[in-house]
């Protein structure tokens, strides 16, 4: 079963950066889609990035050119890169595979805010 951690995030103003990452136990992870997604309190959690196994990437539309998958399979590590963030992206921010059928992790909180 492989187990996913993730981290990186914090408070960070509008129109700043920060770098997640989710590290992912297990051998397998290379043939792995994998996917960031995130939550509100009180919503239903959203997928945000996908990266497929050959590397190609997709996101949803409200983060599109500012967001960047990409993974270090040597690592077992998938990131996102965030720039230009704005209140809205505020959420705790999981990593799971796409579609999300692993044990979901802690996520990290990602707030955005002056």
């Known amino acids: 079963q492989v187990q996913l951690v993730e981290s990186g995030g914090g408070l960070v103003q509008p129109g700043g950066s920060l770098r997640l990452s989710c590290a992912a136990s297990?051998?397998?992870?290379?043939?792995?889609?994998m996917g960031w997604y995130r939550q509100v309190l009180g919503k239903e959690r959203e997928w945000v990035a996908v990266?497929?196994?050959?590397?190609?990437?997709n996101y949803r539309d409200s983060v599109k050119g500012r967001f960047t998958i990409s993974r270090d399979n040597a690592k077992n590590t998938v990131y996102l890169q965030m720039n230009s963030l704005k209140p809205e992206d505020t959420a705790v921010y999981y990593c799971?595979?796409?579609?999300?059928?692993?044990?979901w992790g802690q996520g990290t909180q990602v707030t955005v805010s002056s």
């Open positions: 297990g051998s397998i992870f290379s043939i792995y889609h």
């Open positions: 799971n595979g796409f579609p999300a059928t692993l044990t």
């Open positions: 990266i497929i196994s050959d590397g190609r990437t």
